[in-house]
């Protein structure tokens, strides 16, 4: 770890989990998987960490500072955070969606902006219209817009709400090898809420996140030799759920 984390939370406790276990966590690079037995639980976490959410309890230090000495405007340029749930502006083409971010920073010339938005755009293994509107759109291509989009402005830092959610087999397949072949070398520290594991399997950290603790595994085989009951109980609830589960 460096002297100046690219995150620390000390003692956070997300806004809408008002008895949850108090977090203290260190991370500064790499790809992080966060797991745990409730999808919602995932989300109020990562949601606390990415500073979208003032937590209920706790500080967070985002780029080595703490949160609330950030301009916002400037903090939503280098800490990217990205939900399925995000819309897509549905009058502008995919193209210009991943666009509009950096055209609103004024990050570079327009003509510049477009060449590096058909760069992002052309990292996935599938053929898709860039250039039609978001209700012509598959949910693979519209997942991938969004990250691409956050992808535009260059951050240090990104994470992501349940990239694979809605996802049939083969199309998560393809998102979860451009996540781990393309977003995670862009940035220095991929922070993603998702019970997958492959995913986890791959992953530099394993953050487990339950009702009863909130625990850091340097690997997915960490976590599933730990012997705490919540721990057990949600690693046989992801093998009932899925068979893949190693």
Known sequence: MSAQPLLRAEG???????????????????????????????????????????????????????????????????????????????????????????????????????????????????????????????????????????????PRMLLLEQPLAGLDTDAGDVLRDYIVAVVQPRVALLLVAANDAPLAQQADAVLFASAQSVRLFDSWAALLACEADDVQYFIQQERRACAALQ
Not at 100 to 114: N, V
């Open 12 to 154: 956070l406790v997300p806004a809408e989990l008002a008895y949850a276990p108090p977090l203290d966590l260190t991370l500064d690079r790499g790809l992080v998987v966060m797991v745990g037995p409730e999808r919602a639980r995932l989300g109020y976490w990562l949601r606390a960490l990415a500073g979208v959410n003032p937590p209920a309890a706790g500080a967070l230090h985002l780029l080595g500072r703490p949160l609330q000495r950030h301009d916002w405007r400037q903090l939503r340029r280098s800490v990217g955070y990205v939900t399925p749930e995000a819309p897509l502006l549905s009058i502008l083409s995919g193209l210009r969606n991943v666009m509009l971010p950096a055209l609103y920073h004024r990050m570079a010339p327009e003509q510049e902006l477009e060449r590096r938005a058909q760069t992002l755009l052309s990292e996935i293994a599938y053929d898709a219209d860039h250039g039609v509107l978001p209700a012509y759109m598959g949910e693979l291509q519209r997942h991938h817009l969004l990250i691409a989009r956050a992808l535009m402005l260059e």
